[in-house]
């Protein structure tokens, strides 16, 4: 863990006035050094502005930087500046060094805390899934014993609450509520914000249907549904794929907000884009225009760049490339005085459209402006996804020279290609067009399974590789990662809840949960072998979790951890290389 010094250093005394003689014959001048009084505290609020900025850059370091700098002209900051460098810890994923601020605050000298101290710590270790740790920070709260002495409030658990649903841990969920709900209730019944998380929760767990059917239980108990419970219900209605559903909430909210006169309740760019994607994905284009209609005639609608890109996806997925082209053009034209310049996948998203029509020169252009007419990072693998679609649309477009060109230039820049990629089928089809004798791959086989397989035939049971305890402090089972890289935890209720390397064994009296990599990469029982292959390549995972989904009591969902699939496996299914024929050739690709 990192370790963060004199962040909150004890206040000093000022420093006196002071002389300052020269030694030349000029005038004689005295400079005063900068104090600050205690009844005029310094204005903070540009520092706190550039946490804020450099927290959604996720640049943590350079904050500590403007900390210490700030700390050495200011002296002792204040708790907003110090809670807005809390949650950029917590933005970041380092609830340790979070909690070590914490520590700082709460010391008799420094700055103190504040319920939004609480709040921001309980959102981190909800989402980091320390949630023991959690609940004994509100019982310290409860029970008043708590540094601060902070009340007991709603807002404590909503950041809680919020973490733990989107973390997809509805029994813990359940269970705060069941404790501390009396704090979330309006006239005696959970507020519609309690009912917007649950929801959310259902959704991300798989059980969108659930979420919908807390729909009847928000209107028994007399609550008014805001635009968030109608984006909510709405999203889960595409989910289950019920668009008609979807538009009778959509419809609803509209005649509500008509006829109440609420202005927050008429539907935003979240509602349309949500809809965009369901027809989109039901392939009905009458009804993506008629949407895409609507968003342009509602003046006070601000369409952004998320919006424009939904539009364009919802297009290409019904086929209509030309319509998709034209919003398209669209954004470029609104891109040189607002914030729209596309983001690389959505150059993707077309490429893709027009490199499976054969359309070369429009996917050659496309590829050409990727660099210079995109916003945002454009990754390595953004990029070879367009060599692969620029290969991709010459060998449709029937031209086998440029195809092979292409082929001849991925082999020189990645050498490597993934054997159930698209563009790995491509260069398989170039393959069979240059026949065996003047083959460019050099694949590794897979002989003893086939790739469209469950993995559930070749996983590894769970109980074999024997998983640990969370709870149990690493000097007690230290010889295990002597032999094993890795070993699955779990919880209390033999939840797999991460998985710890032997490389981040790092403290011998700390408690394996603390150390665990969380959540564990997993994949369904039903998941192909050569999807799970693909993840342990290219992701460089050492082990995956196989879940089996189980509904349990009708009503509520989990993953239970059935297997496992781990890279040594994988090294023992390859043949070896000396069983492949090899051709003579300058170069070659690795297929894997």
């Known amino acids: 863990m990192p370790q963060v010094l004199s962040i909150l250093p004890l206040l000093s005394k000022p420093a006196p006035h002071s002389n300052i003689f020269s030694s030349s014959s000029a005038p004689i001048r005295r400079r005063l050094q900068r104090t600050f009084s205690p009844s005029k505290p310094p204005n903070l609020k540009r520092l706190t502005s550039r946490i804020v900025q450099l927290t959604r850059r996720r640049q943590l370091h350079q904050i500590f930087e403007e900390i210490e700098g700030a700390k050495r002209e200011y002296g002792k900051l204040n708790t907003i500046v110090m809670n807005a460098v809390m949650e950029a810890c917590v933005h970041c994923g380092d609830v340790d060094l979070a909690l070590s601020i914490f520590h700082q605050m709460a010391q008799p000298h420094s700055c103190g805390v504040d319920t939004v101290t609480y709040a921001t710590l309980l959102k981190g270790l909800g989402q980091a899934r320390r949630i023991d740790e959690a609940f004994q920070l509100l019982e310290s709260v409860e029970q008043g014993n708590a540094a601060g002495k902070p009340k007991l409030s709603a807002q404590l658990i ?13 029994r813990r969920a359940n269970g705060l509520l069941a404790r501390y709900g009396f704090l979330l209730c309006e006239g005696g019944s959970p507020s519609i914000s309690t009912y917007n998380l649950l929801m959310k929760g259902y959704i991300s767990t ?14 028994r108990l007399g609550l008014e549904p805001d635009r968030l419970t109608y984006n909510t219900l709405i999203f889960a209605c595409v989910k289950t794929e019920n668009l008609d559903a979807a538009i009778r909430f959509f419809e609803e909210m509209k005649d509500k907000a008509q006829r109440l006169g609420h202005l927050d309740l008429y539907p935003d760019v979240v509602t349309y884009t949500t809809l965009l994607k369901g027809f989109g994905h039901a392939k009905d284009l009458c009804s993506v225009q008629k949407i895409v209609l609507e968003m342009k005639s509602c003046h006070d609608l601000s369409i ?18 030309k319509g998709a082209l034209c919003i398209f053009g669209e954004i470029l034209k609104r891109a040189g005085a607002n914030d729209l310049r596309p983001k690389p996948h959505l150059y993707l998203s077309i490429m893709r459209a027009f490199a499976a029509q054969g359309d070369y020169n429009m996917v050659k252009n496309l590829h050409e402006r990727l660099w210079p007419d995109s916003s945002g990072t454009i990754s390595l693998a953004v990029q070879q996804q367009a060599d692969h679609l620029l290969m991709e649309s010459a060998l449709n477009d029937g031209q086998i020279d440029a195809a092979l060109e292409n082929l001849t230039k991925i082999i020189n820049r990645w050498k490597g290609i993934s054997w159930t990629s698209r563009g790995g089928m491509v260069a398989l089809r170039i393959e069979v067009l240059l026949g065996f ?13 086939l790739p469209g397989e469950h993995i559930e035939s070749i996983m590894v049971p769970f109980e074999s590789v024997r998983p640990l305890l969370g709870t149990l402090e690493l000097k007690k089972v230290v010889m295990r990662f002597y032999r094993d890289p890795v070993v699955p935890i779990i919880d209390g209720w033999g939840s797999c809840v991460g998985l710890l390397h032997r490389e981040d064994c790092y403290e011998m009296n700390a408690p394996l949960l603390t150390m665990m990599r969380s959540p564990p990469p997993c994949v369904r029982t039903t998941t192909s072998i050569g999807h799970v292959v693909d993840l342990v390549l290219e992701k460089k995972y050492k082990m995956v979790i196989v879940v089996k989904h189980s509904n349990l009591n009708g009503s509520t969902h989990r993953s239970r951890a059935v297997g496992v699939f781990t890279a040594e496996q994988l090294v023992n299914l390859v043949a070896p290389m000396s069983e492949v024929p090899k051709q003579r050739h300058c170069r070659r690709l690795t297929m894997f």
Request: glycine content about 6%; charged content about 15%; some cysteine.
């Open 158 to 170: 909503y950041g809680l609450l919020n973490a733990i649903i989107e973390a997809g841990d509805l």
């Open 206 to 219: 798989g059980c969108p249907q659930a979420a919908v059917n807390l729909h009847e239980e928000i209107l």
């Open 304 to 321: 952004d760049r998320t919006a424009f890109t939904a539009m364009v996806d919802a297009m290409l997925n019904c086929g209509s490339n």
């Open 437 to 449: 004798t003047k083959s460019m791959l050099s694949p590794c086989l897979l002989p003893q399974v």
